[in-house]
């Protein structure tokens, strides 16, 4: 709750005007934060729900001209009511700021704002005139003042940002109704080309991304969520068939400088194509054969083809970035050469290494204890880790955990279970990857953690567990595991795989005294420019945010990247405009899970095909069949576009 001078958020009206603060009616349900930038106070807010006013100082009229603005911007013109009346509008509230009211000119902005909202076909239409009535019904004094006198207004300060929950909710905010609504309109190309504006490895995320957007899809709110990720997958996969290579639009800097980038995972592919794009000189540092750094050695290629990361990442050498494979840093060649030589340097290795158990035995080099980072490594690189065992039990509940015991099965093992401490409610791993290792017949065990490995001559010959009950909520907001005293069993099996974390080798450092580490062993760096504590050197993915998403990963990489062209181009690394809204959307959420979505076009999301998984279980062919063109475009035609405006008067 807050205590505000006017809020109408939602339709709940609290007015406080003329009341002393301490007789304030507090507004429930509404987080603005105080600070836009460390030196804007927000003075108000004015966007999709309403309008909400801290400050009495803040002419009305004025943002409603400067909101509206914003909204006219964005209509895209598809259905002329919204385009031609936000237009006219705008035109309205222009006139009566610069004192060329008329008297009829508040019954007109009504009238629009009505119609607009009854006729529009997306989200800009139907929500952005809201406020405007809002406006008119609470603040009927000051519009009709400013209409009689005639006088013109001094504009005031604003910002104004479009979004939509899904957009907001992506780390690299993608611009996914435009995106969808391209594939709707059979533009396969110039959705390939929007997605590329920010995101190069489109066939990759469209893949193995944990889809943050569709969590905040307002289609949810009445049927399914968008099928946001396939669609991207769909357009990639497009290009891909028809053998076409992208067209890429290159704007270079006015000074061009040599960066070098550690790892070729999505961060560091992303941070190099960004900066090509602008002319500079990349050079990548990849300790392993190929790209695609935890990618490649993490996902197995029935959920990510090889071939398609490949592609892809081709696509961004022919930009001119080139990549050193075989080649670790620290070893082969020093981070503080690499500092020397170069204007700027961009660390994006991943977490390689496996967290310990802390149980008995894991120390002792018995054969059949693999930790899970190297065990998919082996098989994504053609090997069996350890072709003596048929029984393996994986520790944990992640996303690496479910890829080992559903490779376990593909490289021939008879009998695997998981062993996780916590129930299924509180796994992490994605959920559509725990279903389909259910349906490969993975035996699950929940309140179950691990105690000591078993081991005869060397080798592995089974896992003493106990049973665990929840106790009380831990700083993670989950219920404690509490061991039940009596219950240890033990499990017949010749190779264990703890997957319980992984962690960084930050051993590259070494030589280089001045950039900090965090207490998590990540390197620290700015939130948003993503500069360490030495200037040259910059940071993102794994390393910086300990093991995470590869969308995330990705987003780094883009902040990187024009955080390093700044500083060629001897710019100071300011926040910009969206990193400011981005911080004001944490608090001031845009999606609204209660919203009730009131329209009847239910239609069932469009699910992917899938080998049955008697087949899918022996084989790492890709499980997952593409959608068709009309699949495709029947599902884009879901979208419900949910753009938003918000402008706040600093």
């Not at 690299?172 to 110039?190: A, S």
């Not at 001031?588 to 069932?604: A, L, M, T």
Request: aromatic share 8%.
């Amino acid at each position: 709750m807050e205590d505000l001078l006017f809020s109408s958020w939602r339709n709940q009206v609290v007015d406080n005007r003329g009341k002393e603060p301490d007789a304030y009616e507090p507004v429930e349900n509404v987080a603005l934060p105080e600070y836009f930038r460390q030196d804007q106070k927000i003075k108000a807010l004015i966007g999709w729900y309403g309008i909400i006013l801290r400050s009495a100082d803040v002419d009305v009229v004025d943002m409603c001209r400067s909101y509206m603005l914003a909204v006219h911007q964005q209509s895209c013109g598809k259905c002329i009511p919204c385009r031609t009346g936000t237009g006219v509008m705008y035109r309205i509230l222009a006139d009566i700021c610069q004192g060329r009211g008329q008297e009829n000119d508040l019954a007109l902005l009504r009238t629009l704002a009505d119609n607009v909202a009854d006729t529009a076909k997306c989200s800009i239409g139907q929500f952005g005139p809201l406020p405007i009535l809002h406006a008119l019904d609470h603040f009927a004094d000051a519009f009709g003042e400013a209409v009689r006198s005639r006088k013109p207004i001094a504009p005031g300060r604003y910002q104004s940002k479009a979004t939509a929950p899904c957009m907001d909710a992506c780390p690299i905010h993608l611009d996914i109704p435009r995106y969808v609504e391209c594939i709707k309109e059979g533009k396969f190309q110039e959705s390939l080309d929007i997605i590329r504006e920010r995101l190069p490895i489109p066939g990759v995320l469209g893949r193995v991304c944990v889809r943050p957007c569709e969590e905040h899809c307002r289609r949810d709110n009445l049927d399914e969520p968008i099928s946001i990720k396939y669609l991207k997958r769909f357009v990639a996969d497009y290009e891909m068939s028809k053998g076409r290579r992208p067209k890429f639009r290159v704007k270079p800097a006015p000074k061009k400088g040599r960066v070098a980038i550690v790892g070729a995972g999505p961060a560091g592919v992303t941070c190099a194509y960004h900066l090509a794009r602008r002319g500079h000189e990349v050079v990548i540092y990849e300790r392993l054969g190929e790209p695609g750094g935890m990618s490649a050695m993490g996902i197995p290629d029935y959920r990510l083809p090889r071939p398609v990361l490949r592609w892809e990442v081709d696509q961004i050498r022919r930009l001119g970035v080139t990549i050193h494979y075989n080649t670790t840093v620290g070893k082969d060649v020093t981070l503080p050469d690499l500092i020397e030589k170069n204007d700027a340097v961009f660390l994006a290795i991943g977490a390689q290494s496996s967290t310990s158990m802390r149980v008995e035995g894991e120390d002792a080099g018995y054969r059949g204890f693999i930790p899970g980072v190297q065990y998919l490594r082996e098989i994504n690189e053609g090997r069996d880790p350890y072709p003596e065992g048929k029984r393996v039990v994986v520790i944990g509940g992640g996303n690496v955990a479910i890829d080992c015991v559903r490779c376990s099965f593909r490289i021939g093992k008879e009998e695997v279970h998981l062993v996780y401490r916590r129930t299924r409610k509180e796994m992490p791993a994605d959920e559509v990857e725990i279903r389909d290792a259910e349906e490969e017949k993975v035996e699950f065990h929940f309140l179950t953690t691990p105690v000591r490995i078993l081991a005869e001559e060397g080798k592995v010959v089974g896992l003493e567990c106990i049973r665990m009950k929840l106790g009380e909520p831990d700083s993670s907001g989950r219920r404690r595991p509490v061991p039940i005293e009596g219950s240890e069993f033990v499990f017949e099996c010749d190779t264990v795989v703890p997957a319980i974390g992984q962690r960084i080798d930050l051993s590259l450092l070494e030589g280089v005294d001045n950039i900090e580490t965090t207490r998590w062993n990540t390197i620290a760096v700015d939130e948003v420019t993503k500069q360490t504590s030495h200037p040259k050197v910059f940071s993102a993915g794994d390393c910086e945010t300990g093991p995470g998403a590869l969308i995330t990963a990705c987003a780094g990489g883009r902040k990187a990247a024009r955080s390093i062209d700044r500083l060629i181009n001897g710019k100071s690394l300011n926040y910009t405009r969206e990193d400011y809204f981005d911080q004001l959307f944490q608090t001031f959420k845009v999606y609204d899970p209660q919203e009730h979505i009131g329209i009847p076009d239910r239609r069932p999301r469009k699910h992917l095909k899938m080998l049955p998984p008697e087949i899918r279980k022996r084989t790492f062919e890709e499980v997952e069949k593409g959608f068709t063109n009309p699949e495709a475009i029947a599902e884009a035609s879901r979208c419900l576009r949910c753009y938003r405006v918000a402008t706040v008067a600093l």
